[in-house]
């Protein structure tokens, strides 16, 4: 279980993040969602443990660092070509190419195995990322907005093949998304960030069709699920 207690991160005098208590049961499919600078960014790098908060504490189950794969909302790719990039999160494996082109044959990129990492566009620079994210088991996926640079397409793309690895691996999901037909198809439960704080926190269906909160509520006025 991962749990949060008492969590606050500020950045200057500002409170990003402010969260008394969150727990995540192994295997659920948390969306993190919210407008711009409500902290999903924050709280994910806090669970992925690459920032650290100022008050307060974030268990995540005692995972070790590779069993927790974090994709970053501007993700990075190294100067050497996509497979490779992607073969870097298979340090002990036998068969890496073989693995790494079957991850990017999942996110649809397989055509750009050879190319170099760093021409990539955005949106092919992130499903790199997430591929290499995907390359092998884990027991914790940490996505920030995995479909933020997707066309349509590639965005269907992608949800599947996050469906079918966390059937498939039965890890826990926390990823953050400002799409709440999105949060609907991939999530268990949905998290609204509001300011920073806990605006709702429940089922999926529950919070996105009938929320409670009122910033939840002007959050998803402008959606049509
Ligand atoms: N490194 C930083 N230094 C200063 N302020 C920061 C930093 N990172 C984030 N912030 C601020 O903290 C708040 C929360 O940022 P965060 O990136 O978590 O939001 P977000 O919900 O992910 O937004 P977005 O939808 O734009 O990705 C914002 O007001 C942002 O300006
Ligand atoms: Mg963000």
């Known amino acids: 279980m991962i749990e949060l207690v008492n969590v606050q991160k500020r950045y200057d005098a500002r409170i990003a993040l402010d969260i008394p ?10 969306a993190v969602i919210g407008p711009n600078g409500s902290g999903k960014s924050t709280l994910i790098r806090l669970l992925a443990g690459v920032l650290a ?8 189950g005692n995972l070790p660092r590779g069993e927790i794969g974090y994709l970053p909302q501007q993700p990075y790719a190294f100067d050497l070509n996509v497979q490779k990039n992607v ?5 002990g494996e036998a068969e890496k ?14 055509h750009l195995s050879k190319a170099r990492a760093n021409r990539l566009s955005g949106g092919e620079t992130q499903r790199m990322a997430l591929a290499r994210v995907l390359a092998r088991p884990r027991k914790l996926l940490l996505l920030d907005e995995p479909t933020a640079s997707a066309d349509i397409q590639a965005m269907e793309l992608i949800e599947r093949a996050i469906l079918v690895y966390a059937d498939q691996t039965g890890c826990t999901l926390v990823f953050s998304s400002h799409a709440p037909s999105q949060a609907m198809r991939l999530s268990t439960r949905v998290l609204a960030l509001d300011s920073g704080k806990i605006g709702e926190l429940g089922e999926t269906a529950q919070v996105l069709q009938s929320p409670q909160a009122e910033s939840t509520r002007a959050f998803l ?3 049509r699920i």
């Open 21 to 30: 208590q969150l727990s995540i049961e192994p295997g659920e499919r948390l």
């Open 97 to 110: 190419a073989k693995i790494a082109q079957a991850a990017l044959e999942r996110v649809g990129l397989l």
């Open 221 to 223: 006025k402008s959606w």
């Open 87 to 91: 073969e870097l999160a298979l340090a």
């Open 53 to 60: 908060p100022d008050a307060g504490t974030v268990q995540a």
